[in-house]
């Protein structure tokens, strides 16, 4: 979830653990097994009160997990994800020699760590983007409270992390992960997706940037009617087929029914006149029977529910479709192959369309984009921590992880810009496995690197995009969800998938309402109600005042 998804002051053994006791409720009474904290049955009243240093052990073996990336087409020549210049790098300045690095592919780390945390054999340290893996092993008790870990080893650490990141992964008074946050501003303004069409096409046709639905229908209408590719031209092209999930790539209209970036929830929650909801309730019939209309007139892709995220760049960038839902790092990767095919294709963003009831644009960007998580059975929990917060405090080396070496990976301009050295900039993409933190300053040139920058300049013109509140960054998953979440998913895309192409009637929201009701929704939602009346309505109201 978007939902932020750092940190060192060396505690006195009774010190941790008061703190443990104070801010970790929830963790039960057994010792952290952290090397070097505890002290002997008959240490006198002044060695108990002196500060204690913690032995780290540099020659520990640090097991370290990340996701795979499709961005990253291999391995330079020689190298692998156990031996390359920026793992190398990582051991020669953090002086942690055995670091074992290990590539999880994304779309079975689930499954990967389940099997790992029931076999108790673990990684130190799990880096993961996905809100979906913290949310569940958090609720399931397998993860270290890390407070009194980055209070030892993390004072770098606590200076990058933001109270609302700290917010998004407490539980019961617990942080259970160490939050990175988000640093994808340009302008002053949150990046993120947004409406992307082809501008000659626009131009051509005389159209303007829609300003609500009924306008969305007509933008849609008039580029299939007047078809501007000759070829039969897709209005809108989207992805559901990703994941089975029906309105992936949907969100420049599930947002005007409040809906966008929810609909990988098993309840998506909304905070409508101060209550937690569930935004079907208020919104799913009305936002079905738009789309079902665009659907059976053709506005939509036909072949949209098949998509996946490859077929939908192909579509755009063989000249087929005009338009969808896209991040604005994505069109520097199909516009060579667009402009190859029609030499005055051009692409802009447009700003997000206004629902019924003013709901207008995207989910604000998550407060943690990576969660560090330390398992309750890791071995080398301190040494972990200690090997971030070291590369943290190494401007150098993140320099060098970040962009490779200077004259030989890139080159900067008159003006200082990065410039890479092709083809050989490429070759080290892999890189961004061992980029172990993003700040600021090391994002931006990051992003003009790869040549994102004139996307990020059509993106804020159009702007702002993302300005909707997700509540479902900060609830926590309950034992109703884990249990329900599933089938109540699964039962949803299959009625929406049916009520868009038509094989089910717009009627059929009722039976799907009944039959979710039988499958455990009430539960789901009486528990994270429950939730917000304890917790998360001042959690909600501290997080949005202005």
């Known amino acids: 979830m978007k939902r932020g998804f750092t940190y060192t002051k060396v505690l006195s053994v009774l010190l941790a653990l008061t703190l443990v006791l104070l801010t970790a409720c929830s963790q039960t009474k057994e010792t952290t097994g952290e090397k070097g904290t505890t002290a002997t049955a008959a240490a006198t009243d002044k060695e108990t009160n002196a500060v204690a240093t913690p032995k780290l052990d540099k020659n520990a073996k640090i097991r370290i997990a990340v996701p795979s990336n499709s961005g990253v087409k291999g391995f330079e020549q020689g190298a692998s994800e156990s031996d390359n210049q920026f793992l190398n790098a990582i051991k ?24 790992m945390f029931a076999s108790g054999d673990v990684f130190d340290l799990i880096y993961t983007n996905d809100l979906t893996i913290f949310k569940r092993f958090s609720a399931q008790g397998a993860l270290t409270p890390v407070e009194p870990l980055v209070k030892q080893f993390g004072n770098e650490i606590e200076k990058h992390v933001t109270d609302n990141a700290w917010a998004a992964v407490t539980l019961d008074g617990a942080k259970l992960a160490i939050p990175a946050s988000p640093f994808q501003k340009y302008k002053d303004q949150d990046l993120g997706s947004g409406f992307l069409v082809r501008q000659d096409w626009v131009d051509k046709l005389g159209l303007s940037a829609p300003k609500n639905l009924d306008d969305l229908y007509t933008f849609l209408k008039t580029i299939k009617d007047k078809d501007p590719s000759g070829k039969g031209t897709i209005p809108y092209v989207a992805s559901g087929g990703n994941n089975g999930n029906p309105l992936d790539g949907l969100d420049v209209i599930t947002g005007a029914f409040g809906l966008s970036g929810l609909n990988n929830l098993a309840v998506p929650f909304i905070v409508k006149d101060g209550k937690l909801i569930d935004a079907q309730d208020a919104y799913l019939k009305d936002m079905l029977t738009y789309l079902a209309k665009l659907y059976k007139e053709g506005l939509i892709d036909n072949e949209y529910l098949f998509n996946k995220s490859q077929q939908v760049a192909e579509k755009i960038s063989s000249g087929k479709a005009a338009s969808g839902y896209f991040g604005y790092y994505e069109p520097n990767g199909f516009r060579p192959a667009l402009v190859k095919s029609d030499p005055n294709a051009k692409l802009m963003y447009m700003p997000p369309v206004e629902g019924k009831d003013g709901q207008k644009g995207y989910i604000i960007p998550a407060p943690v984009s990576n969660y560090y998580m330390v398992p309750k059975n890791a071995k080398n929990k301190n040494e972990a921590i200690d090997l971030l917060n070291t590369y943290l405090k190494d401007k150098d080396l993140q320099l060098f992880i970040n962009y490779g070496k200077e004259g030989v990976h890139y080159n900067k301009d008159a003006s200082g810009n990065l410039v890479p050295i092709k083809p050989i900039y490429d070759q080290i993409i892999y890189k961004l496995y061992y980029r172990m933190w993003t700040t600021p300053e090391i994002w931006l040139p990051n ?47 299959e009625y929406v998938s049916k009520i868009i192409n038509g094989a089910l009637p717009i009627s059929a929201v009722d039976e799907y309402f009944k039959k979710a009701d039988a499958n455990g929704r009430q539960e789901v939602i009486n528990a994270s109600q429950d939730w917000f009346t304890k917790t998360g309505k001042a959690l909600y109201s501290n997080l949005t005042k202005k």
């Open 447 to 493: 992003a003009i690197l790869a040549g994102l920058n004139p996307d990020m300049n059509s993106y804020v013109t159009a702007g702002p995009h993302d300005t909707v509140f997700n509540i479902n960054y900060y609830r926590p998953q309950t034992d109703a969800e884990l249990s329900k979440g599933r089938a109540l998913m699964d039962l949803r895309n």
């Open 92 to 115: 020669e300045k953090t002086g942690y020699k055995n670091v074992e690095w290990t590539i999880i592919p994304a779309a079975s780390q689930l499954d990967k760590y389940n099997l």
